[in-house]
C-alpha cells in the first residue's frame, strides 16, 4: 500500500520504471510508488514466456549501465539469453536494489487524471483504489499491449489459443498436437523452430514474408566473459556513440565503394558472424533503395538457399520491403525448419483467413484442423499502452482525443495539455529503433534532473508547449523520411498492423546519440520547449 502522500507515481515495472523508481526514490529521496499489473517485475520478460523467447541485442549491451558494481557481478551465459534468464537479471536487480517495497503488483492502473486546482495526477487502479501524486510517469512499455487480430470465429474455437506476449506461466505442452501459428515477425520466427520440435504437425500462417539473419546463438566462452567484466568503459562507450545503442559501430563505407566480389564477401562474413550487426555491414543500407537492394537480394538467396521446396522457399523468399524496414528478426534455424517433414507453410496472401471455425483456420482455399493457435501477431505499439491508461489532462483533455490523428510529443518525453506527465520511451523517442536500456537509462536520468531541477528552483509544474510538439512531429517525419523505414507500410512503427489506427511513423528515427543531444541542448537552454512554472 503507496503511503498517502507521493510525490511521484511510476506506472509499469520492466527495466523503465524500475530504474525510474531507483532514481526517484535513492538520487532525490522522493516519495515514491510504482505499480505494476504484473505479479512481478520484469515488463516484457515476465510476459513473453512463448517457446524460443529470447533478445536479439547481445547479452554484455541488453542490461543497465548505471551501476559498475551491478555490471561486474552479473554474467550472462549467452551471447542472447533466453526469457528466465533474463527475467532472473531483472529480478536480481529489484533484490539488490530493495525495489519491491515500494511496488504494487497484480495493480492494474485504469485511469489517470490531472486535477489542475491541486495540481495532482489521481491514478485509478482496477480495483477501484486511488492514488495521487505530483508527478506522473509512465513505464508501460512500447510492445506490452497484445494485438490479438480480430479474426470472426475465434470465440468458435474448440481448442487453445494463445498470444506470445501473454503466455501461460506453466507453459503450454505442444507434444502430439496439430499447432499453427499466425505471425511471422521477430516473435513468430523465434517460436517456430521451437514448436516444430514437439508439436505433430506446425502450420505457419504467414502473411508478408520476413526476412532474418541468423542469431548464431552459443554459450559464453570464459575469455568474452573475462573481457565484458573488464572492458565496460569501452563497451559502453560505443553503444553511447552509435545510432542504435548497440555494441558495435556502423561500417564507414558505402555499398558503391566495394566491388561486387567484395561486396558479397562482406555479407558472407556478417551472415557467418550473424546477429543484428548483419545492418551494420554498410552505412547506406537503411537510406539507399539500391543499396539495400545489394542485402535484401543476398537474404533472399540464402533463403532459397536453405528451404529445400521451391514453392516453400518462393513464398518465404518473396518479401516485399526494404531489409530492415521492418525491424529485423534474427533466428535460430527458422528456415530450417519448413525442411522438417512436420512443418508446413502457407501464404494468407494467396489466400486469406476467413474465419476461425470449430475446428482450425479456414482461409479462402483450405480448411486447416488444430489443436491449438499460436497468435504471434505482435503489439498495439507504443501509444496502445499508453491509451489503456485513461489518461485526461488539463481541462479535460483526453489522451484519445489529443491524439487522434497521431501522437504529437516534445521529444517523447512530455505532451502538451498533460502538465507533470513524464512518458519514458513514449512515441517520438528513438525508443524502438534503438537497444532499448541504452534510451530508457537516457531518459530516466533526464527526468529525474528535470524534476531536482524543477524541486531545486521551487517550480511544481512542467509542461511541453504545443509549438515545440508540433515541431518535434515534424523532425520525426523527416528523420523516418530520410530512411527507407516508412517504405514498409505494414509496419508497426507506422501502426499500420491495428486497423483504425492512424498511419504515422511513430519511433524517432534520428538515431540515439543525435537526440540525446538534443536533450542535453533543450536542458542547457533551460528546458526550451516547456513551460516550467
Ligand atoms: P516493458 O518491459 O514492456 O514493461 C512495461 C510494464 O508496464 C509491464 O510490466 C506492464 O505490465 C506494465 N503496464 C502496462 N500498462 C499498465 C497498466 N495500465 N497498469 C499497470 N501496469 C501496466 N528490446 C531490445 O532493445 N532488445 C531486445 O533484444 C528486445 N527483445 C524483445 C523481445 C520481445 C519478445 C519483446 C516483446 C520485446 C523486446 N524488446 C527488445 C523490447 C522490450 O520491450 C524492451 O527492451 C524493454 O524490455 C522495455 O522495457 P520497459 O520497461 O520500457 O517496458
Ligand atoms: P510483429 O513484428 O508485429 O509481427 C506480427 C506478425 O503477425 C506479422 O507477421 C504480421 O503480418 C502478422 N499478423 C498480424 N495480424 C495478422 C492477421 N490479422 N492475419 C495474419 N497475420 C497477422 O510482432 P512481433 O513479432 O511480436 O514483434 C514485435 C516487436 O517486438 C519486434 O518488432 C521487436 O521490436 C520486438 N521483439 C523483439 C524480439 C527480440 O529482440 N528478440 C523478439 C520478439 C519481438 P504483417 O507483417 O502482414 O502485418
Known amino acids: 500500500m503507496p503511503p498517502a502522500s507521493l510525490d511521484a507515481i511510476i506506472i509499469g515495472a520492466g527495466f523503465a520504471g524500475m530504474y525510474q523508481l531507483l532514481t526517484l526514490r535513492d538520487r532525490l529521496g522522493l516519495h515514491v510508488h510504482l505499480l505494476e499489473a504484473a505479479s512481478g517485475v520484469g515488463g516484457t520478460w515476465f510476459w513473453n514466456r512463448y517457446p524460443g523467447a529470447r533478445c536479439d541485442s547481445e547479452s554484455h549491451s541488453y542490461c543497465y549501465g ?20 533474463i527475467l532472473r537479471y531483472l529480478n536480481h536487480v529489484a533484490d539488490r536494489f530493495d525495489l519491491r517495497r515500494n511496488i504494487s503488483f497484480n495493480t492494474r492502473v485504469t485511469a489517470c487524471t490531472y486535477d489542475e486546482a491541486a495540481n495532482l495526477w ?87 514474408a520476413n526476412y532474418s539473419v541468423p542469431a548464431h546463438n552459443a554459450p559464453l566462452t570464459r575469455e568474452f566473459k573475462n573481457w565484458v567484466k573488464t572492458s565496460h568503459a569501452e563497451i559502453r562507450a560505443v553503444m553511447k556513440s552509435t545510432p542504435n545503442g548497440h555494441p558495435f559501430t556502423i561500417a564507414d563505407r558505402k555499398v558503391a565503394d566495394v566491388s561486387p566480389e567484395e561486396r558479397e564477401a562482406l555479407y558472407e562474413a556478417a551472415w557467418a558472424k550473424g546477429g543484428l ?15 539495400n537492394d545489394t542485402a535484401a537480394d543476398f537474404l533472399k538467396r540464402k533463403i532459397r538457399g536453405t528451404v529445400k521446396d521451391p514453392k516453400t522457399a518462393e513464398i518465404l523468399s518473396d518479401i516485399d520491403h526494404p531489409y530492415a524496414a521492418k525491424r529485423p528478426p534474427i533466428d535460430s534455424h527458422y528456415f530450417e525448419t519448413f525442411n522438417r517433414p512436420n512443418v508446413e507453410l502457407v501464404d494468407l496472401r494467396a489466400a486469406p483467413i476467413e474465419r476461425i471455425t470449430q475446428t482450425g483456420i479456414k482461409t479462402t482455399d483450405a480448411e486447416y484442423n488444430l ?89 511544481t ?39 483504425g489506427k492512424p498511419r504515422r511513423f511513430m519511433p524517432y528515427a534520428g538515431g540515439m546519440a543525435h537526440y540525446r543531444n538534443i536533450c542535453n541542448d533543450i536542458t542547457a537552454k533551460n528546458y526550451e520547449g516547456f513551460t516550467l512554472a
Open 66 to 85: 548505471f551501476s559498475k558494481e551491478l555490471l561486474e557481478e552479473w554474467e550472462w551465459s549467452e551471447r542472447y539469453p533466453e526469457q528466465p534468464e
Open 122 to 208: 489521481h491514478v485509478t487502479t482496477a480495483t477501484g483504489e486511488t492514488h495521487s501524486a505530483r508527478y506522473l510517469i509512465t513505464a508501460v512499455g512500447c510492445l506490452s499491449s497484445a494485438n490479438i487480430p480480430n479474426i470472426p470465429g475465434l470465440e468458435d474455437f474448440q481448442g487453445q489459443w494463445y498470444h506470445t506476449g501473454e503466455w501461460p506461466h506453466d507453459g503450454v505442452d505442444f507434444t502430439g498436437k496439430r499447432v499453427g501459428q499466425i505471425g511471422t515477425g521477430s516473435t513468430g520466427i523465434q517460436a517456430v523452430p521451437v514448436i516444430a520440435e514437439t508439436a505433430a504437425h506446425l502450420t505457419v500462417f504467414q502473411r508478408t
Open 277 to 291: 550487426q548483419f545492418r551494420a555491414t554498410f552505412q547506406d543500407l537503411l537510406v539507399n533503395r539500391q543499396a
Open 371 to 459: 489443436d491449438i493457435i499460436v497468435f504471434a501477431t505482435g503489439f498495439d505499439a507504443m501509444t496502445g499502452p499508453l491509451f489503456r491508461l485513461n489518461l485526461t489532462g488539463r481541462d479535460g483533455l483526453k489522451l484519445t482525443d489529443a491524439w487522434r490523428a497521431g501522437p504529437e510529443t516534445w521529444l517523447g518525453l512530455g505532451v502538451p495539455g498533460f502538465p507533470n506527465l513524464f512518458t519514458i520511451t513514449g512515441p517520438g523517442s528513438p525508443s524502438v529503433l534503438c537497444n532499448m536500456p541504452v534510451c530508457i537509462e537516457q531518459h530516466v536520468d533526464w527526468i529525474t534532473d528535470c524534476i531536482a531541477h524543477m524541486r531545486a528552483h521551487g517550480q
Open 461 to 499: 509544474t512542467i509542461e511541453a508547449q504545443p509549438e515545440a510538439a508540433l515541431k518535434w512531429s515534424d523532425a520525426v517525419d523527416a528523420a523516418a523520411n530520410a530512411t527507407l523505414l516508412p517504405e514498409a507500410g505494414h509496419s508497426w512503427y507506422l501502426g499500420a498492423n491495428v486497423p
